[in-house]
Structure formats: C-alpha cells, structure tokens
C-alpha cells in the first residue's frame, strides 16, 4: 500500500526540541520532493520545508528558518524533521506530504508546545 | 514570497448548485497551482494539480482553471458530501509552497 505514516510528536516544553519522522512504503521515496506541512488548531495549512529527492537542496518557510532541519534517508524510506527551540506557535499537526503537489499525505503527528 | 488569496472564506450551498472559490495569487505562478479537500479531522486530499488536472478518483463535478495570477475550483453540481474546506495552493517555485487561507464551504 502506498502510504506515509508520520511519528515523534508529543507534548515539548517552550524552547524544547522534538524530532518527526514519516515512513514511506509502496512508492520509491528517492523519485520525489518531500515536504512538511503543519495546521495549527483551528487554522488554514502552512507549508513548513522540502526537501529535494537528493536531499542537495532544501528550502523552509521563514518562521522556522534556523530552528528546523528537514532530512532524509531514501535507503531507509524516510523523512525527519529537527524542531529545536520551540514556540507556542509551532503547535498543530505536522504533516508529511509528497511532491510538489502533495499527492500523497500522511495522516499527522500532534506537537503541542506548553509548558 | 508570493501570497495566495482565497474567497469567499465561507460559503454556503445547496445541493446541486454550482460553486466557484477563487484563488489570487501576488504575482504570477503560471500553471503551478493545486486545489484540496480536507474534512475535520482528516489530512487534505488532492482534487486539481497544475490548474486543471484532475487527481485519480476525484469526481469529475470539480474542475479548474485560470493562470497567471487568478484561478477558480468549480463544482458544478454540489453534492452533500463536498462540505469541507478547500484549499489553493502554489507550487510555482520549489523554494515554498503557498496555501491560502481555506474556503469552508456548507451545505444547506
């Protein structure tokens, strides 16, 4: 079955670090670009970084830049994403998504950031 | 970076009606523009990808169009099941990938 399966959220004290992965099987991960997207509770989709097939480039939305790394492993099937110094406005479902067009998505991981 | 513009932000209908969400965007992202579904709960799912091209399995009631900087999801006939929120989105460059804000749309 061609699928994304997202772990590693939890709950993370303001300034904490956190670590997401998604798992891919039934397609060839090394073939697409790879992205995160996040929903806040209540709120529209954010596109949060990508990653290009090769893991050579790599591109984030500004308000996490320097604080998040996105990355991959295409011989294990997988995606990551690094969430160091974390804000209350960082919480929400954190989605990983294929391809350009998100033709595929995971069903989500819950970050929530309280102290 | 470019921005997306939705509207209406809420819209209702009934079913069988015709229903059209625009999407702006802040400068031009020629064909790269997708549409979503996404229900409570659930991830989004991928209607319309490079304006106009339908995803496997979607109902051929939705349809899009537009380039440059204006394009529009189309239902044609609304059925009670497409009582979600939609969303645009903007793939133009690799560097980020643009929503908008979401169009809920009821059913009446």
């Known amino acids: 079955e061609v699928q994304l399966v997202e772990s590693g959220g939890g709950l993370v004290q303001p300034g904490g670090s956190l670590r997401l992965s998604c798992a891919a099987s039934?397609?060839?991960?090394?073939?697409?670009?790879m992205s995160w997207v996040r929903q806040a509770p209540g709120k529209g989709l954010e596109w949060v970084a990508n990653?290009?097939?090769?893991?050579?480039?790599?591109y984030y939305v500004d308000s996490v830049k320097g604080r998040f790394t996105i990355s991959r492993d295409n011989a294990k099937n997988s995606l990551s994403l690094q969430m160091n110094s974390l804000r209350a406005e960082d919480m929400g479902v954190y989605f990983c998504?294929?391809?350009?067009?998100?033709?595929?998505w995971g069903q989500g991981t819950l970050v929530t950031v309280s102290s | 970076d470019i921005q997306m513009t939705q509207s209406p932000s809420t819209l209702s209908a009934s079913v069988g009606d015709r229903v059209t969400i625009t999407c702006r965007a802040s400068?031009?992202?020629?064909?790269?523009l997708a549409w979503y579904q996404q229900k409570p709960g659930k991830a989004p799912n991928l209607l319309i990808y490079?304006?106009?091209s339908l995803e496997s399995g979607v109902p051929s009631r939705f349809s899009g169009s537009g380039s440059g900087t204006e394009f529009t999801l189309t239902i044609s006939s609304l059925q009670p099941d497409d009582s979600a929120t939609y969303y645009c989105?903007?793939?133009?460059?690799?560097?980020?990938?643009?929503f908008g804000q979401g169009t809920k749309l009821e059913i009446k």
């Open positions: 400068q031009s992202i020629g064909t790269w």
């Open positions: 990653i290009k097939q090769d893991g050579s480039e790599k």
């Open positions: 989105q903007q793939y133009s460059r690799s560097s980020q990938g643009t």
């Open positions: 490079k304006v106009s």
């Open positions: 039934g397609f060839t991960l090394s073939s697409h670009w």
């Open positions: 998504a294929r391809t350009t067009y998100f033709d595929l």
